[in-house]
Protein backbone atom coordinates (compact mmCIF):
# COMPACT_ATOMS: atom_id res chain seq x y z
CA UNK A 1 0.00 0.00 0.00
CA UNK A 2 1.12 3.53 -0.49
CA UNK A 3 2.07 6.11 2.07
CA UNK A 4 -0.44 7.97 1.32
CA UNK A 5 -3.25 5.27 0.90
CA UNK A 6 -1.55 3.53 4.52
CA UNK A 7 -2.28 7.19 6.18
CA UNK A 8 -5.86 7.78 4.70
CA UNK A 9 -6.61 4.42 6.30
CA UNK A 10 -4.95 4.96 9.26
CA UNK A 11 -7.05 8.00 9.44
CA UNK A 12 -10.34 6.76 8.71
CA UNK A 13 -9.91 3.61 10.77
CA UNK A 14 -8.73 5.54 13.80
CA UNK A 15 -10.53 8.64 13.73
CA UNK A 16 -7.82 10.75 13.53
CA UNK A 17 -9.40 13.56 12.05
CA UNK A 18 -12.98 14.73 10.77
CA UNK A 19 -13.36 17.05 8.00
CA UNK A 20 -12.43 20.04 7.79
CA UNK A 21 -10.19 19.94 10.90
CA UNK A 22 -7.75 22.50 11.79
CA UNK A 23 -4.64 20.13 12.47
CA UNK A 24 -1.21 21.90 13.82
CA UNK A 25 1.62 19.79 12.27
CA UNK A 26 4.92 19.47 14.56
CA UNK A 27 7.88 20.05 11.53
CA UNK A 28 11.16 19.43 12.43
CA UNK A 29 12.40 19.32 9.13
CA UNK A 30 13.73 15.69 8.78
CA UNK A 31 12.05 13.14 6.87
CA UNK A 32 9.37 11.79 8.69
CA UNK A 33 7.77 15.35 9.39
CA UNK A 34 8.17 16.67 6.12
CA UNK A 35 6.55 13.53 4.33
CA UNK A 36 4.04 13.65 6.94
CA UNK A 37 3.02 17.57 5.78
CA UNK A 38 2.84 16.58 2.51
CA UNK A 39 0.72 13.67 2.61
CA UNK A 40 -2.09 15.65 4.90
CA UNK A 41 -1.33 18.90 2.23
CA UNK A 42 -3.28 16.36 -0.34
CA UNK A 43 -5.83 14.43 1.83
CA UNK A 44 -8.41 15.75 0.28
CA UNK A 45 -10.82 13.32 1.45
CA UNK A 46 -10.86 15.80 4.76
CA UNK A 47 -9.53 18.99 3.44
CA UNK A 48 -7.73 19.81 6.49
CA UNK A 49 -6.87 23.52 7.53
CA UNK A 50 -3.14 23.02 8.94
CA UNK A 51 -0.87 25.08 10.53
CA UNK A 52 3.23 24.10 10.56
CA UNK A 53 4.95 24.61 13.81
CA UNK A 54 8.41 24.10 14.84
CA UNK A 55 10.30 23.96 17.80
CA UNK A 56 14.21 25.47 17.64
CA UNK A 57 15.98 23.49 20.55
CA UNK A 58 19.08 25.97 20.07
CA UNK A 59 21.56 22.93 20.26
CA UNK A 60 22.97 22.40 16.91
CA UNK A 61 23.65 26.19 16.54
CA UNK A 62 23.77 27.45 13.10
CA UNK A 63 21.95 24.08 12.05
CA UNK A 64 19.26 24.62 14.23
CA UNK A 65 18.56 27.40 12.58
CA UNK A 66 18.84 25.77 9.00
CA UNK A 67 16.23 23.95 10.52
CA UNK A 68 14.07 26.48 11.29
CA UNK A 69 14.39 28.15 7.61
CA UNK A 70 13.92 25.26 6.25
CA UNK A 71 10.66 24.56 7.94
CA UNK A 72 9.52 28.11 7.15
CA UNK A 73 9.98 28.06 3.49
CA UNK A 74 8.57 24.78 3.39
CA UNK A 75 5.50 25.64 5.23
CA UNK A 76 5.32 28.94 2.45
CA UNK A 77 5.55 26.58 -0.41
CA UNK A 78 2.76 24.73 0.82
CA UNK A 79 1.13 28.85 1.97
CA UNK A 80 0.58 27.85 5.29
CA UNK A 81 0.71 29.32 8.53
CA UNK A 82 3.85 28.96 10.13
CA UNK A 83 4.68 28.84 14.02
CA UNK A 84 7.81 28.70 15.62
CA UNK A 85 9.77 29.39 18.68
CA UNK A 86 13.00 29.24 19.91
CA UNK A 87 14.28 27.57 23.37
CA UNK A 88 17.87 27.08 25.35
CA UNK A 89 17.24 23.36 25.93
CA UNK A 90 20.48 23.30 27.61
CA UNK A 91 19.93 25.77 29.90
CA UNK A 92 16.57 24.26 30.43
CA UNK A 93 17.88 21.19 31.36
CA UNK A 94 20.79 22.75 33.89
CA UNK A 95 17.66 24.69 35.75
CA UNK A 96 15.77 21.72 36.03
CA UNK A 97 18.38 19.04 36.68
CA UNK A 98 16.96 16.90 34.27
CA UNK A 99 18.51 15.16 30.76
CA UNK A 100 18.63 16.77 27.62
CA UNK A 101 15.80 14.36 26.20
CA UNK A 102 13.37 15.15 29.12
CA UNK A 103 14.05 18.80 28.67
CA UNK A 104 13.55 18.67 25.25
CA UNK A 105 9.88 16.40 25.29
CA UNK A 106 8.57 18.78 28.33
CA UNK A 107 9.45 21.95 25.60
CA UNK A 108 7.62 20.36 22.76
CA UNK A 109 4.76 19.75 24.61
CA UNK A 110 4.60 23.02 25.75
CA UNK A 111 5.32 24.38 22.75
CA UNK A 112 2.02 22.71 20.80
CA UNK A 113 -0.23 22.58 23.45
CA UNK A 114 0.04 26.53 23.10
CA UNK A 115 -0.46 26.36 19.18
CA UNK A 116 -2.99 23.80 19.44
CA UNK A 117 -5.48 26.38 22.01
CA UNK A 118 -3.95 28.95 19.79
CA UNK A 119 -5.26 27.94 16.43
CA UNK A 120 -8.01 25.91 18.20
CA UNK A 121 -6.80 22.77 16.60
CA UNK A 122 -8.73 19.24 16.86
CA UNK A 123 -5.10 17.34 16.89
CA UNK A 124 -1.90 18.34 16.82
CA UNK A 125 -0.19 15.34 13.87
CA UNK A 126 3.18 13.74 15.30
CA UNK A 127 5.63 12.20 13.17
CA UNK A 128 6.56 9.07 14.92
CA UNK A 129 7.03 6.17 12.48
CA UNK A 130 6.99 2.06 13.59
CA UNK A 131 11.00 2.59 14.27
CA UNK A 132 10.90 5.12 16.54
CA UNK A 133 7.93 2.86 18.15
CA UNK A 134 10.33 -0.13 18.12
CA UNK A 135 12.95 1.86 19.80
CA UNK A 136 10.86 3.48 22.29
CA UNK A 137 9.77 -0.12 23.71
CA UNK A 138 13.45 -1.56 23.63
CA UNK A 139 14.37 1.72 25.93
CA UNK A 140 11.25 1.23 28.40
CA UNK A 141 12.13 -2.74 28.25
CA UNK A 142 16.03 -2.06 29.19
CA UNK A 143 14.70 0.57 31.61
CA UNK A 144 11.69 -2.01 33.09
CA UNK A 145 8.06 -0.94 32.08
CA UNK A 146 5.17 -2.75 33.07
CA UNK A 147 2.27 -3.32 30.72
CA UNK A 148 1.13 0.72 30.03
CA UNK A 149 5.00 1.69 29.10
CA UNK A 150 5.08 -1.60 26.69
CA UNK A 151 2.18 -0.74 24.88
CA UNK A 152 4.16 2.42 23.59
CA UNK A 153 3.45 5.29 21.48
CA UNK A 154 -0.40 5.17 20.18
CA UNK A 155 -2.41 6.06 17.11
CA UNK A 156 -4.23 8.89 19.09
CA UNK A 157 -3.93 9.80 22.99
CA UNK A 158 -5.97 11.89 25.53
CA UNK A 159 -4.01 14.83 24.41
CA UNK A 160 -4.85 15.31 21.02
CA UNK A 161 -1.94 14.33 19.51
CA UNK A 162 -2.41 12.04 16.41
CA UNK A 163 0.40 9.83 14.67
CA UNK A 164 -0.47 8.83 11.14
CA UNK A 165 2.40 7.56 10.34
CA UNK A 166 3.27 5.32 13.47
CA UNK A 167 2.97 1.78 11.54
CA UNK A 168 4.74 3.03 8.80
CA UNK A 169 8.64 1.91 8.57
CA UNK A 170 11.00 4.70 8.31
CA UNK A 171 12.67 3.19 5.23
CA UNK A 172 9.32 3.11 2.97
CA UNK A 173 8.81 7.05 4.39
CA UNK A 174 12.41 7.92 2.82
CA UNK A 175 10.96 5.83 -0.05
CA UNK A 176 8.05 8.05 -0.36
CA UNK A 177 10.09 10.99 -0.35
CA UNK A 178 12.48 10.08 -2.93
CA UNK A 179 9.72 8.82 -5.34
CA UNK A 180 8.10 12.48 -4.32
CA UNK A 181 11.27 14.34 -5.55
CA UNK A 182 11.19 15.63 -1.87
CA UNK A 183 14.29 17.13 0.18
CA UNK A 184 14.57 17.00 3.95
CA UNK A 185 17.32 17.73 6.75
CA UNK A 186 19.08 15.59 8.45
CA UNK A 187 20.42 16.01 12.15
CA UNK A 188 23.57 15.72 12.72
CA UNK A 189 22.44 14.53 16.46
CA UNK A 190 21.19 11.67 15.31
CA UNK A 191 24.61 10.00 14.94
CA UNK A 192 25.67 10.27 18.14
CA UNK A 193 25.87 7.66 19.89
CA UNK A 194 26.32 8.77 23.60
CA UNK A 195 22.17 8.79 23.12
CA UNK A 196 20.85 5.21 23.98
CA UNK A 197 18.22 5.99 21.61
CA UNK A 198 21.10 6.51 18.91
CA UNK A 199 22.67 3.00 20.61
CA UNK A 200 19.40 1.47 19.96
CA UNK A 201 18.58 2.68 16.62
CA UNK A 202 22.52 1.67 14.94
CA UNK A 203 22.99 -1.20 16.80
CA UNK A 204 20.71 -3.01 18.79
CA UNK A 205 17.83 -2.56 16.05
CA UNK A 206 19.99 -4.21 13.33
CA UNK A 207 21.37 -7.00 14.85
CA UNK A 208 17.65 -8.09 15.93
CA UNK A 209 16.33 -7.44 12.31
CA UNK A 210 18.72 -10.11 11.54
CA UNK A 211 16.98 -12.37 13.48
CA UNK A 212 13.64 -11.46 12.56
CA UNK A 213 13.64 -9.18 9.40
CA UNK A 214 9.98 -8.15 10.75
CA UNK A 215 11.16 -7.35 13.92
CA UNK A 216 9.57 -3.91 13.85
CA UNK A 217 6.47 -4.46 12.53
CA UNK A 218 6.47 -7.12 15.00
CA UNK A 219 7.05 -4.93 18.02
CA UNK A 220 4.26 -2.88 16.82
CA UNK A 221 1.86 -5.29 16.30
CA UNK A 222 2.47 -6.62 20.60
CA UNK A 223 2.26 -2.79 21.38
CA UNK A 224 -1.07 -2.25 19.92
CA UNK A 225 -2.34 -5.41 21.72
CA UNK A 226 -0.72 -4.27 24.66
CA UNK A 227 -2.64 -0.94 24.31
CA UNK A 228 -5.93 -2.62 23.69
CA UNK A 229 -5.40 -4.53 27.32
CA UNK A 230 -3.88 -1.50 29.02
CA UNK A 231 -7.34 0.36 28.20
CA UNK A 232 -9.45 -1.95 29.62
CA UNK A 233 -7.55 -2.52 32.54
CA UNK A 234 -6.82 1.25 33.34
CA UNK A 235 -10.96 1.74 32.80
CA UNK A 236 -10.76 -1.56 35.76
CA UNK A 237 -8.70 0.55 37.92
CA UNK A 238 -10.74 4.04 37.70
CA UNK A 239 -13.72 1.90 38.57
CA UNK A 240 -12.12 0.24 41.80
CA UNK A 241 -10.55 3.50 42.94
CA UNK A 242 -13.74 5.49 42.70
CA UNK A 243 -14.84 3.03 45.04
CA UNK A 244 -12.29 3.13 47.59
CA UNK A 245 -10.63 6.86 47.09
CA UNK A 246 -12.26 10.39 47.56
CA UNK A 247 -10.51 12.53 44.99
CA UNK A 248 -10.15 16.49 45.33
CA UNK A 249 -8.05 19.27 43.66
CA UNK A 250 -5.67 18.94 46.70
CA UNK A 251 -5.30 15.26 47.39
CA UNK A 252 -6.25 11.76 46.78
CA UNK A 253 -7.26 9.64 49.77
CA UNK A 254 -7.88 6.16 49.74
CA UNK A 255 -8.84 3.36 52.19
CA UNK A 256 -6.48 0.78 53.03
CA UNK A 257 -9.15 -1.73 53.25
CA UNK A 258 -10.67 -1.21 50.48
CA UNK A 259 -7.47 -0.97 48.87
CA UNK A 260 -6.20 -4.73 50.38
CA UNK A 261 -9.87 -6.01 48.48
CA UNK A 262 -8.58 -5.10 45.38
CA UNK A 263 -5.60 -7.26 43.44
CA UNK A 264 -2.49 -6.02 43.67
CA UNK A 265 -2.00 -5.31 39.58
CA UNK A 266 -5.23 -3.36 39.69
CA UNK A 267 -3.89 -1.43 43.21
CA UNK A 268 -0.55 -0.82 41.04
CA UNK A 269 -2.41 1.08 38.52
CA UNK A 270 -4.73 3.16 41.19
CA UNK A 271 -1.03 4.09 42.55
CA UNK A 272 -0.34 5.22 38.99
CA UNK A 273 -3.58 6.84 38.78
CA UNK A 274 -2.60 8.55 42.40
CA UNK A 275 0.91 10.14 40.68
CA UNK A 276 -1.17 11.70 37.87
CA UNK A 277 -3.35 13.35 40.20
CA UNK A 278 -0.69 14.61 41.96
CA UNK A 279 1.52 15.44 39.98
CA UNK A 280 0.51 15.71 36.29
CA UNK A 281 2.87 14.03 35.06
CA UNK A 282 4.70 9.98 35.67
CA UNK A 283 8.20 11.82 35.01
CA UNK A 284 10.43 10.27 37.82
CA UNK A 285 7.69 8.11 39.29
CA UNK A 286 8.81 4.37 38.82
CA UNK A 287 7.95 0.54 40.17
CA UNK A 288 10.03 1.42 42.94
CA UNK A 289 7.45 4.13 44.45
CA UNK A 290 4.48 2.11 43.70
CA UNK A 291 6.02 -0.88 45.91
CA UNK A 292 6.66 2.79 48.41
CA UNK A 293 3.04 2.84 48.88
CA UNK A 294 2.22 -0.88 48.83
CA UNK A 295 4.82 -1.37 51.68
CA UNK A 296 2.97 1.54 53.63
CA UNK A 297 -0.19 -0.22 53.60
CA UNK A 298 0.94 -2.90 54.63
CA UNK A 299 2.99 -2.11 57.50
CA UNK A 300 2.36 -1.75 61.40
CA UNK A 301 3.21 1.80 61.14
CA UNK A 302 -0.33 3.86 61.78
CA UNK A 303 1.16 7.25 60.82
CA UNK A 304 4.11 7.82 58.61
CA UNK A 305 5.21 10.19 55.52
CA UNK A 306 7.20 9.66 52.60
CA UNK A 307 8.81 11.95 50.15
CA UNK A 308 7.81 11.29 46.15
CA UNK A 309 9.10 12.56 43.30
CA UNK A 310 7.81 15.96 42.01
CA UNK A 311 7.30 17.78 45.17
CA UNK A 312 4.46 14.77 46.45
CA UNK A 313 4.21 13.47 49.60
CA UNK A 314 2.36 10.27 50.85
CA UNK A 315 0.81 9.89 54.10
CA UNK A 316 -1.06 7.26 56.06
CA UNK A 317 -2.91 8.26 58.83
CA UNK A 318 -4.39 5.02 60.26
CA UNK A 319 -6.35 3.45 57.72
CA UNK A 320 -5.90 5.79 55.18
CA UNK A 321 -3.67 6.91 52.95
CA UNK A 322 -3.23 10.58 50.66
CA UNK A 323 -0.54 11.74 48.16
CA UNK A 324 -1.09 15.41 47.44
CA UNK A 325 1.16 18.02 46.78
CA UNK A 326 3.35 19.51 49.83
CA UNK A 327 1.47 22.61 51.40
CA UNK A 328 3.22 25.79 50.70
CA UNK A 329 1.15 26.55 54.07
CA UNK A 330 2.55 24.65 56.89
CA UNK A 331 0.18 23.67 59.82
CA UNK A 332 -0.12 26.68 62.47
CA UNK A 333 1.29 25.89 65.58
CA UNK A 334 0.02 25.95 69.27
CA UNK A 335 2.03 28.00 71.50
CA UNK A 336 1.58 28.08 75.17
CA UNK A 337 -1.66 30.48 76.53
CA UNK A 338 -1.97 31.92 79.71
CA UNK A 339 -5.83 32.10 80.81
CA UNK A 340 -5.96 34.29 84.18
CA UNK A 341 -9.68 33.81 84.32
CA UNK A 342 -13.02 34.06 81.93
CA UNK A 343 -12.81 35.12 78.42
CA UNK A 344 -12.55 33.98 75.23
CA UNK A 345 -9.25 33.68 73.88
CA UNK A 346 -7.97 32.67 70.33
CA UNK A 347 -5.16 29.86 70.29
CA UNK A 348 -2.87 29.40 67.49
CA UNK A 349 -4.44 26.37 66.06
CA UNK A 350 -7.42 28.59 64.38
CA UNK A 351 -9.40 27.47 67.53
CA UNK A 352 -10.94 29.62 70.07
CA UNK A 353 -11.75 28.61 73.27
CA UNK A 354 -14.37 30.87 75.42
CA UNK A 355 -14.36 30.22 79.58
CA UNK A 356 -17.42 31.25 81.80
CA UNK A 357 -19.43 30.82 84.88
CA UNK A 358 -22.49 29.21 84.75
CA UNK A 359 -25.19 28.80 87.79
CA UNK A 360 -27.86 25.98 88.21
CA UNK A 361 -28.87 22.68 86.43
CA UNK A 362 -26.49 20.63 84.84
CA UNK A 363 -28.11 21.06 80.95
CA UNK A 364 -25.37 20.21 79.06
CA UNK A 365 -23.04 16.46 79.21
CA UNK A 366 -19.04 17.25 80.07
CA UNK A 367 -16.37 15.90 79.52
CA UNK A 368 -15.82 14.46 75.88
CA UNK A 369 -17.23 17.01 73.49
CA UNK A 370 -17.05 20.29 72.69
CA UNK A 371 -18.03 21.76 76.34
CA UNK A 372 -16.72 20.43 79.71
CA UNK A 373 -18.34 21.68 83.32
CA UNK A 374 -15.55 22.40 85.91
CA UNK A 375 -15.78 22.78 89.69
CA UNK A 376 -13.79 26.28 90.36
CA UNK A 377 -12.69 24.54 93.46
CA UNK A 378 -10.81 21.61 91.65
CA UNK A 379 -9.91 24.12 88.56
CA UNK A 380 -8.27 27.19 90.32
CA UNK A 381 -7.08 29.80 87.77
CA UNK A 382 -4.58 30.73 86.46
CA UNK A 383 -5.09 27.74 83.89
CA UNK A 384 -2.12 27.12 81.24
CA UNK A 385 -3.01 25.78 77.72
CA UNK A 386 -0.32 23.98 75.74
CA UNK A 387 0.54 20.74 73.51
CA UNK A 388 1.12 17.77 74.86
CA UNK A 389 4.31 17.01 75.98
CA UNK A 390 5.96 13.40 76.33
CA UNK A 391 5.25 12.36 79.67
CA UNK A 392 1.58 14.50 80.39
CA UNK A 393 -0.73 12.43 82.51
CA UNK A 394 -4.50 12.86 82.67
CA UNK A 395 -6.85 11.13 85.17
CA UNK A 396 -9.91 10.34 82.69
CA UNK A 397 -13.60 10.93 83.56
CA UNK A 398 -14.99 7.63 83.83
CA UNK A 399 -12.18 5.38 84.37
CA UNK A 400 -9.66 4.43 87.32
CA UNK A 401 -6.33 5.74 87.62
CA UNK A 402 -4.50 7.78 84.95
CA UNK A 403 -3.38 7.88 81.32
CA UNK A 404 -0.84 9.14 79.07
CA UNK A 405 -2.32 12.04 77.13
CA UNK A 406 -0.45 10.60 74.02
CA UNK A 407 -2.10 7.37 74.47
CA UNK A 408 -5.67 9.11 74.38
CA UNK A 409 -4.85 10.72 71.54
CA UNK A 410 -3.43 7.39 69.58
CA UNK A 411 -6.82 5.91 70.13
CA UNK A 412 -8.86 8.42 69.05
CA UNK A 413 -6.77 8.24 66.23
CA UNK A 414 -5.60 11.90 65.73
CA UNK A 415 -2.97 11.89 62.90
CA UNK A 416 0.57 12.39 63.99
CA UNK A 417 1.23 15.44 62.27
CA UNK A 418 -1.97 16.89 64.04
CA UNK A 419 -1.52 16.28 67.66
CA UNK A 420 0.92 19.01 68.86
CA UNK A 421 -1.86 20.89 67.88
CA UNK A 422 -4.46 19.67 70.26
CA UNK A 423 -4.26 21.79 73.56
CA UNK A 424 -4.52 20.50 76.62
CA UNK A 425 -5.65 22.97 79.61
CA UNK A 426 -3.88 22.29 82.86
CA UNK A 427 -4.22 24.15 86.22
CA UNK A 428 -1.22 24.35 87.73
CA UNK A 429 0.50 20.51 87.06
CA UNK A 430 -2.74 19.02 86.47
CA UNK A 431 -4.02 18.20 83.22
CA UNK A 432 -8.09 19.40 83.41
CA UNK A 433 -9.19 18.57 79.83
CA UNK A 434 -7.83 17.43 76.40
CA UNK A 435 -9.88 19.89 74.35
CA UNK A 436 -12.76 18.38 72.67
CA UNK A 437 -11.84 14.64 74.04
CA UNK A 438 -11.14 14.02 77.54
CA UNK A 439 -12.18 15.65 80.75
CA UNK A 440 -10.40 15.41 84.13
CA UNK A 441 -12.23 13.22 86.91
CA UNK A 442 -10.30 15.07 89.19
CA UNK A 443 -12.05 18.63 87.86
CA UNK A 444 -15.46 17.89 86.56
CA UNK A 445 -18.20 19.20 88.60
CA UNK A 446 -20.52 16.91 89.76
CA UNK A 447 -23.18 18.81 91.95
CA UNK A 448 -26.17 18.86 90.10
CA UNK A 449 -26.65 22.46 91.12
CA UNK A 450 -24.57 25.32 91.79
CA UNK A 451 -22.01 27.60 90.18
CA UNK A 452 -19.60 25.85 88.00
CA UNK A 453 -17.11 27.09 85.62
CA UNK A 454 -17.18 26.32 81.89
CA UNK A 455 -14.84 25.76 78.82
CA UNK A 456 -16.02 25.71 75.03
CA UNK A 457 -13.38 24.63 72.34
CA UNK A 458 -14.47 25.68 68.73
CA UNK A 459 -12.35 24.08 66.42
CA UNK A 460 -11.91 25.43 62.74
CA UNK A 461 -12.53 22.21 61.12
CA UNK A 462 -10.02 23.17 58.17
CA UNK A 463 -6.62 22.57 60.74
Same mark, same amino acid.
Given at each position: ?160 ? $????? !?? %?????? @?? #? /???? +??? &? ?57 ? $????? !?? %?????? @?? #? /???? +??? &? ?196
Amino acid at each position: MKLSSKVAANALKRSLFSPGDTVVIAHSGGADSTALLHILARLQVFALKLIVAHLNHSIRGNESDADEEFSRKLAESYRLPFESRRVDILKIARDESCNLEEAARDARIAFFDEMRRRWNASAIALAHNADDQAETLLIRLLRGSGSTGLSGMRFRNDRGY $VRPLL !DS %SRREIE @EY #L /LGQG +LEW &REDSSNRNTDYIRNRIRHHLLPDMKSYNPAFVSSLGATAELLADEDDFLEETALEAAER $VCIFN !DQ %STICSI @EG #L /LSIP +LAI &RRRIYRLMFRRASGTMRRFSHIHTEAIENMIKGEKPNVSIDLPQDIILTRRYGRIEIAKKSDNPLPRLETLMIPGEGVYRLGNGATLLVGSHAGENAEESGDGGLVRLDPAKAPFPWTLRAFIPGDRIRPSGMQGSKKVKDILIERKIPLHLRKLVPVVFSGDRALWICGIRASAEAVADLPAGEYLTARYLHDKSH
